[in-house]
């Protein structure tokens, strides 16, 4: 379950009497059925043991107080040693089971809203981020009278919506694109540089497909494709794409559809491009969907489908990472076998090294694999 769960409630006792909410959370979990009340007197060694049991904590106190309590929680879970893993492969499944693990843990520290502000001591003014995360991008239809979700899912929000407001600087369009919540950003740009300088050949029309941003489309018209058709199955995505298209005055080049892959009816372009996520393996987050790709179904969608949609002399581009190769959840072959199966031949493969942080970071539990990472920009043609 991905989707925000708007209608459902939280019930609770607080002074001998029975509470209600509306429950929020962005992972879909469900109300938690044991919530107790913790303040700023509530110790997180108690506290941590408490969540660890299934019990929910409602926070009534300092808002500053509960991101120190939070904190500390989180900390007691990351000190918790590792066992060392036999191979790669164990190591993600590994890392992924302690990711799922701890935000389970730390989702258990609650905070109510009253119409999208938090009326705690210190607490800072939550109300733009909340309405931009789940009104402007369709999860409600107005602000709740009482509404209460997960501290970390919060400050996830509050942390998005200034990062919505300053944006991510793209070389390729010498501008900033800006992600919404829930919409992965482009912080990894190695991928858009092979998009800015691979040729386009006599390329006038192209799909974006799975547009997220709308980043990819805007660099393909800053290059001269002047219409260009920009999918996504996510409302959050096409909302983010719109809002970056029209920032960049490129509203009369983009068109932008909500589709689960190609657009609707009998369209052609001379131009596919996809940049599924790399990792096949299951999302726990909506906007986990940009990162991990269940059993490679976008993949083997895209591959499978993208013939019917590409006029005569027309090419695929296929941007994909070579990291689940190294961590053994793909292996070349497979890839190699979907692309033959589907009826395509690569004509080019183009290849760079990341840039980003963690390909550095030699405390990384993946560093092993993402040290030899390649993403890879794949032309294909029809056989």
Known sequence: MTEATPNLTLNWQEKGKPQIAVWQSEAGNLPPKNVLIADDATNAKVAYKLMCEGTSL?????????????????????????????NLNKAFHQHRARQIQRASITNKLLIELNYGSCDLKRAPDVKEAVIGAL????????????????????????????????????????????????????????????????????????????????????????????????????????????DNIERLNLKSYITVEQANLFPSGHKKADLIVCNPPWLPAKANAPIEHAIYDPNSAMLKGFLNGVNAYLNDDGEAW?????????????????????????????????????????????????????VKEITSLYRLKPI
């Not at 600087?169 to 694109?177: E, T, Y």
């Not at 992600?179 to 950003?185: D, K």
């Not at 190699?336 to 030699?362: F, M, N």
């Open 58 to 86: 409602l926070y009534r106190g300092d808002f500053q107080n509960a991101k120190q309590l939070l904190q500390a929680i989180t900390r007691k879970f990351d000190i918790k040693p590792i066992a060392p893993a036999e």
């Open 318 to 370: 296929l941007i994909l990472s070579d990291l689940a190769e190294h961590l053994c959840l793909r292996t070349p072959e497979e890839l190699k076998k979907w692309i033959a199966d589907a009826g395509l031949t690569v004509l080019e493969k183009l290849d760079i090294s990341p840039k980003h942080a963690k390909s550095s970071d030699q405390s990384d539990p993946l560093y092993e694999a993402r």
């Open 135 to 242: 009104i402007v991008n369709a999860k409600l239809d107005k602000v709740p009278a009482k509404m209460v979700l997960s501290l970390r899912e919060l400050l996830g929000m509050n942390g998005a919506q200034e990062w919505r407001k300053k944006g991510v600087f793209v070389d390729a369009l010498q501008a900033n694109i800006h992600a919404h919540y829930g919409v992965y950003s482009p912080i990894r740009g190695e991928y858009l540089d092979l998009v800015n300088t691979t040729s386009l050949g006599n390329a006038k029309t192209a799909f974006d497909i799975g547009t997220g941003t709308g980043v990819i489309a805007s660099i393909l018209v800053t290059r001269g494709i002047k219409a260009v058709i920009a999918t996504d199955n996510s409302l959050r995505a096409l909302n983010c794409a719109a």
